[in-house]
């Protein structure tokens, strides 16, 4: 028994630290208009909307390469295929509201 405490404790230890890693920090790069030599400057980006949705895109041979949180109203994806990049934001039903069917919302970034 005394063994089992001592490996608990020592993997606590270990573990402690990395834990503290994969904790969000928030927005971590430097914000356009900060005083600092890594801060860049905001820069016009057209995005074009589109009319496709995210599944039709993903039938289309679309590939997701990466997805994040949209502010808990959703889910962010970026999506390639030859050479165009495109951002799409997938937005799930809400019991309680007339938003009963997943719907998404596309954007062409060239």
């Given at each position: 028994m005394k063994r089992h405490i001592l490996t608990f404790t020592a993997l606590s230890v270990l573990l402690f630290p990395a834990s503290g890693?994969?904790?969000s920090t928030g927005?971590?790069?430097p914000q356009?208009?900060?005083?600092?030599?890594?801060?860049?400057?905001s820069v016009p980006t057209t995005l074009k909307p589109m009319q496709?949705?995210?599944a039709s895109l993903l039938i289309k041979?679309?590939?997701i390469t990466t997805t994040a949180d949209y502010g808990g109203s959703g889910a962010l994806f970026t999506l390639v295929w030859q050479k165009q990049t495109v951002i799409c934001v997938l937005t799930a039903p809400v019991p309680g509201t007339d938003?009963?069917?997943?719907?998404s919302r596309c954007w062409t970034l060239n």
């Open positions: 890693f994969a904790q927005d971590w790069l356009s208009g900060v005083k600092s030599p890594y801060a860049p400057l496709d949705s995210l041979g679309y590939r938003q009963n069917v997943p719907t």
